[in-house]
């Protein structure tokens, strides 16, 4: 009866390890296809784009930045700033934003309170 016990407890405590190891496996996976996404160059893929879905990314970027802008209606490139490429992007004919692209995709954003 004891030997019978002791080679339950040992095939369970087998199984556990099983499926410990698949788990950690789905995480080494995941952070695979974490690492993938991050390889991501926005800056590459804004720069690509056609100018009316550039002013789209421009749009979006200044208004969940909490600004007033109903169209980006032109946009011009600067010098890049701190490596990053930058854009002047006028918003509704008369306020402009320095938008900045990181990397990662973040839009860095100077605007002028007395634009207006």
């Not at 995480?27 to 009316?52: F, H, R």
């Not at 701190?82 to 990181?102: F, L, V, Y």
């Not at 860095?108 to 007395?114: A, G, H, T």
């Amino acid at each position: 009866m004891r030997k019978t016990g002791f080679v339950m407890l040992a095939a369970m405590l087998a199984g556990a390890c099983q499926n410990d190891a698949q788990p950690a496996a789905n995480a080494a996976e995941n952070t695979a296809i974490e690492n993938e996404a991050d390889a991501t160059n926005y800056q590459a893929e804004v720069i690509g784009l056609p100018l009316n879905a550039r002013q789209g990314v421009f749009l979006r970027a200044v208004r969940d930045a909490g600004l007033t802008c109903q169209q980006v209606t032109e946009s011009e490139k600067l010098e890049d700033r701190e490596g990053n490429p930058t854009w002047r992007a006028i918003c509704d004919g008369d306020s402009p934003h320095i938008i900045s692209i990181t990397r990662d995709g973040t839009a860095k954003i100077l605007s002028r309170s007395d634009a207006r």
